[in-house]
Each structure stands twice: as C-alpha cells, then as structure tokens.
C-alpha cells in the first residue's frame, strides 16, 4: 500500500524559504517502477496547481512559471522527498500536498493528506 | 497547454446522470486524467487515460474523449459524490480550474 506524507512548517514569512519534506512508503523511488514524485499546491478558493516532479532516475521537472524559485531533491534511501521555495509570498500561502506519479497511470495515483502553509509577517 | 472545465458549478440531484467538459487547447491525445476532491480531502485518482477507471472507483464513473475534447459521465449521481472535479493534462501535468457538483 502506497502512502505519503507531507511536513514542514506552518507559518513562514515572506521572503522566507518553505522547505517540504514528503515521506513515502510503499514504493521505491530508486527503481523505475517507482517513476516518481510530485507536488502540488492548492491556494484559498483556487484549483490545483502542480508545482514540481522528480523521477526515480533523478530527472526532474518544474512548473514553467516557479521554477526560478522551486528546487526538488530525493533521499531514496530515507525514502523522503524535498520540495524548496524561494522567496516566498502570501499569495503562495494554502495547501500543500504531494503524490505519486505512478507508471501505470501516467497521473498522479495517490496523494498525501496535505499540509497547510501560511506566508504572514 | 490550457485545460478549460465547463461548467464551472453544476446544480443536480441525486440519481441524475451528468457529464462534465473538459477541453484541452492543443492536441493532447488520450493522456488526461479525473481527479476528484471532497472539502477538506486531498484529491483522488478516478479515470486516467482518459477512460480509464482508477483502482476501487465505482462503475458508475466513466471517461472518454481523445484530443482536446473529455468528458466525464456519472451515471446516477450519489450524495457522496458531490465534490469538485478536476481534469489533468499529464504530459504537462496542467489542471483545469474544476466543476463543483452541488445538490440542487
């Protein structure tokens, strides 16, 4: 059974830096049919917003308009993956959930439950 | 590419049969998926390949379509499954801004 989990805090100040980590378990993310990890956020009253994608290989993707502030890294081993923000704004404040990006179905097969990010001075 | 969801809120009853829009504005194929969200609930995976059932959702969930027109039926609507729907793009993993089913 494949679950995760999303953490890290829950209030930062703008300009800050947001450091995510996801903890997984029940795939590897150091074999192919593991593929990969995504996140996604979800602000106040807004649809869904994918943010970045690491692969088992190490590849990894980012969405065109954060991706001069976003870096994601995988600690297979610890089975943990960490999504970075830069700089961060109020407007980036909302949900913060990662996924599974699974082989099979090409999408994003199993979610975390979230966590609730607030960017306030 | 952009992902357009119509309608955006969609006012039903129970055991109605609907179906959701979803357009895609460049060719895209048969990669889309449906993701549901429930308040407060992360979304989950419902059909992907565009017809796709996913693992433990109900038969009453259908997907078609291929390249840049989706649809997604629900054949007699549940009190359960009024929720937000989403389609996703995954190839560029864009989403559309969703459709609320709401109890009429």
């Known amino acids: 059974q494949i679950t995760l989990k999303e953490s890290g805090p829950t209030l930062v100040k703008p300009t800050q830096t947001l450091t995510l980590t996801c903890s997984f378990s029940?795939?590897?993310?150091?074999?192919?049919?593991?593929?990969?990890v995504a996140w996604i956020r979800q602000t106040p009253g807004k649809a869904l917003e994918w943010l970045a994608l690491i692969y088992w290989d190490g590849g990894y993707r980012y969405s065109p308009s954060l991706r001069s502030r976003l870096t994601i890294t995988k600690d297979s081993s610890k089975q943990q993956v960490v999504l970075t923000m830069t700089n961060m704004d109020p407007v980036d404040t909302g949900t913060y959930y990662c996924a599974h990006h699974s082989l099979n179905a090409g999408a994003f097969d199993v979610w975390g439950q979230g966590t609730v990010v607030t960017v306030s001075s | 590419i952009v992902m357009t969801q119509s309608p955006a809120t969609l006012s039903v009853s129970p055991g109605e049969r609907i179906t959701l829009s979803c357009r895609a504005s460049?060719?895209?194929?048969?990669?889309l998926a449906w993701y549901q969200q429930k308040p407060g609930q992360a979304p989950r995976l419902l059909i992907f390949g565009a017809s796709t059932r996913a693992a433990g959702i109900p038969p009453r969930f259908g997907g078609s379509g291929s390249g840049t027109e989706f649809t997604l039926t629900i054949s007699s609507l549940q009190s359960e499954d009024f929720a937000v729907y989403y389609c996703?793009?995954?190839?560029?993993?864009?989403f559309g801004q969703g459709t609320k089913l709401e109890i009429k």
């Open positions: 029940g795939f590897s993310l150091s074999t192919a049919d593991g593929v990969g």
């Open positions: 996703q793009h995954y190839n560029n993993y864009t």
């Open positions: 460049h060719y895209i194929a048969s990669n």
